[in-house]
């Protein structure tokens, strides 16, 4: 998945804390999604942020597919 800033701009960003909330997910399995490029993040400093829209996105896929791979 590649980052559309402008798309992504508007929502906002989130730390890796509370996407981890938003998906029900631990930070081990959203840093392997984010590995895989299955959610996109982008540096702000060392800290690494989420597009919400991104989230929100990503959510719409899993409920689609039934089942995403945590595993690399």
Avoid: W
């Amino acid at each position: 998945m590649t980052l559309d800033s402008k798309k992504h701009a508007v929502e906002g960003l989130c730390s890796v804390r509370e996407a981890c909330e938003f998906l029900s997910l631990g930070k081990s399995s959203l840093y392997s999604l984010m590995q895989k490029g299955d959610v996109p993040f982008c540096y702000m400093g060392k800290n690494r942020r989420i597009p919400r829209k991104a989230l929100v996105e990503f959510t719409q896929r899993v409920l689609e597919e039934g089942q995403i791979s945590l595993s690399s």
